[in-house]
């Protein structure tokens, strides 16, 4: 079983090599979306620092929203989908892997690039490593709750204009965890509460967030 | 199988699978919903409007109270009975509980937007503004989102069975979210200061007050529930138009 899932993974991120411009469009959004908030604002540092954290957890939101359409659509259109809900393997661990692919393409270089971002918007350097962590487990969440949005549209022509009204709205909580920990830390206060929340998050959608999945994945099938 | 559902009592509940059934017990109990309601609202109205004294605080503005509360709470209902609905159609493959659910995100959107609106009329003379960012607001703008995502995705799907499943998985997942949005109140104020309101002014109220509240909170949910009734008879007449006792009763 663990075999399938790392040749899943394995494919999935063979496949994603083989379209880098494709990958890329995420973090190339989250850049451009955080550099409009100091061209269109002010760019002075105090504003900056104040709303970085904010502007930050925003920008990567609505760029983890990019790459959300195309996580099942291809497998779906040339039936592999069909397949791998076939399969032996549970649907729920095909998801997992899926999920996983997903965020380690469009999620970690977010991750990654938000430091850099942080310093344009002088954000406090000493609480860049509470900023890193709570992208990393938000963006892991974001990536699980827009493969159900996916999952759910994936049959549909207009899924592109249905996904974030579906999404966002389920990512809310995500949002304001996060920005929360990155502000504390900001403001030297302690994160710890919010960010405990946002495991809590990641584990209860971990645990649960697959079936969701494989059901609307099933039910996009048989329609 | 049905002699084994007959011994432990759960025939009654397969029947509401046939939509004749259905459509006849919801005709059946609007009636019985729509009257109290009617009496309990008016005498609700009476006593908020006429007989209870202005609030020594706010004056007749505390008045809005009355349907503000109500709207509230039946906002967050309505999404309560759409994810058992839902479910109830997931699991038990049972094609009418989407109807139910269908029936209900309308409503539940309608008494969504009627607790924003109230509120925001509401606030403006209390807090010199018709918008806070107060997590309590923001929740239930929120829960409005998610019934549009709801209605959105349900009706996307050409197939209507699809849409319903589809949907049904939607509002499940959304249902895990609401307690997480619910207590975003405690947890985010600690950033957000300045917006404790509304919550836990409850049991100050005073009697005069207090029984004209009561009366409109299950005055407004007796019209809830009547007003599913005759949506869910709407629903399920046009899931049902080809048959011939659609026909018949339409």
Known sequence: MSRAVSALLV????????RRGEVLTPAMFFILVTILFPLGLSPQPELLRSIAPGVLWTAALLAGLIGQESLLKGDFEDG?????????????????????????????????????????????????????????????????LGAVGAALTVGLRQSGMLLPILVLPLAVPVLIFGAQAAAQAAHGEDPAGALYL???????????????????????LES | MAALNNKYGWAWFHRFASPPYLYRVAGFLIPWFAWPAAVLIAAGLYGGLWSSPPD???????????????????????????????????VWRMKLAHAVAAAAAP???????????????????MWGTYWVWDARL???????????????????????????????????????????IHYSVVWWNSLHQGATVFVGRGSDIAPGMLWPLLCMIFGFTLLFAACLARSVQAEVLERERGAAWAAEVA
């Open chain 2, 56 to 90: 020594y605080q706010q004056g007749d503005g505390f008045r809005i109270i009355y349907i503000h509360v109500p709207s509230a709470y039946l906002s967050m209902m309505g999404y309560a009975i759409l994810a058992v609905a839902s479910a109830v159609g997931l």
């Open chain 1, 80 to 144: 592999s989908l069909e397949q791998l809900a076939l399969a032996p393997l549970p649907l729920e661990l095909t998801a997992l892997a899926r999920v996983a692919t997903h965020w380690l393409t469009t999620g970690l270089p977010l991750v990654i690039l938000a430091p850099l971002l942080g310093l344009m918007l002088d954000y406090p350097v000493q609480a860049m490593g509470t900023l890193v962590l709570s992208l990393l487990l938000g963006t892991s969440i974001l990536s699980l």
């Open chain 2, 138 to 180: 923001t929740s239930e703008l929120i829960l409005l989102f998610l019934y549009f995502g709801f209605i959105a995705l349900q009706r996307a799907y050409e197939d209507s069975r699809s849409g319903d499943r589809a949907a049904a998985v939607l509002a499940l997942v959304g249902v895990v979210n609401l307690p997480i």
């Open chain 1, 198 to 220: 946002m495991a809590a998050l990641l584990a209860l959608g971990l645990t649960l967030i697959p079936f969701a999945i494989a059901a609307a994945v099933r039910v996009s």
């Open chain 1, 11 to 18: 494919r999935d991120l063979k496949l994603a090599y083989r």
């Open chain 2, 107 to 125: 409503l539940g959107a309608s008494f969504t937007f009627l607790a924003l609106v109230t509120g925001a009329l509401w606030g403006k003379p």
